[in-house]
């Protein structure tokens, strides 16, 4: 099915927002898992059923809920039998895709407080981000921003060789 059979009005058959909601969290599920399952045939050197003679191999799926800022997105990341593969996209070990972590941090910037950042997430994005995962967002942040500095003094300070 071409690319303008979907977004035809046949297809797409909606009632309400819910519906509509509905549909594109289906949609936002099914692309993150299909650029998921690119990367781990870009990590293993061949495409899915394709055969190869490396050691290395699919090794089924395992259930992830990310949060974006869409909302909560459960997926299906591919494994692969040496637990090498470390997708870029959703990087193992966290829960929370960049862009919320932004939000994140332009509200701390903006002076809220950690409740007050907790609440503005459930009610904007409707899933809950404890404190402690929010004071950790803060620190990183402040941490890179402390390097970029450090980094941006040793570069002015350097002497000019002639």
């Given at each position: ?42 990590h293993l050197g ?15 799926h395992s259930k ?99």
């Amino acid at each position: 099915m071409s690319k303008e059979e979907l977004l035809s009005d046949d297809f797409l058959t909606v009632q309400n927002g819910e519906e509509l909601n509905s549909f594109l969290q289906q949609l936002r599920k099914r692309g993150v898992e299909q650029l998921l399952e690119g990367e781990l045939d870009a990590h293993l050197g061949y495409e899915k059923h394709e055969r190869s003679g490396a050691k290395n191999a699919r090794n089924g799926h395992s259930k992830k809920t990310i949060k974006t800022t869409e909302g909560e997105l459960s997926i299906d990341v591919p494994r692969d039998r040496e637990s090498s593969f470390s997708p870029a996209l959703v990087p193992k070990r966290k829960g929370i895709v960049e862009g919320i972590e932004n939000v994140i941090v332009s509200l701390y910037a903006k002076g809220m407080s950690v409740s007050d950042i907790e609440e503005q997430i459930r009610e904007v994005y409707n899933f809950d981000v404890s404190p402690s995962t929010i004071s950790r967002t803060q620190i990183a942040f402040s941490r890179r921003c402390c390097l970029a500095e450090q980094t941006a003094r040793t570069f002015v300070s350097r002497g000019l060789d002639g």
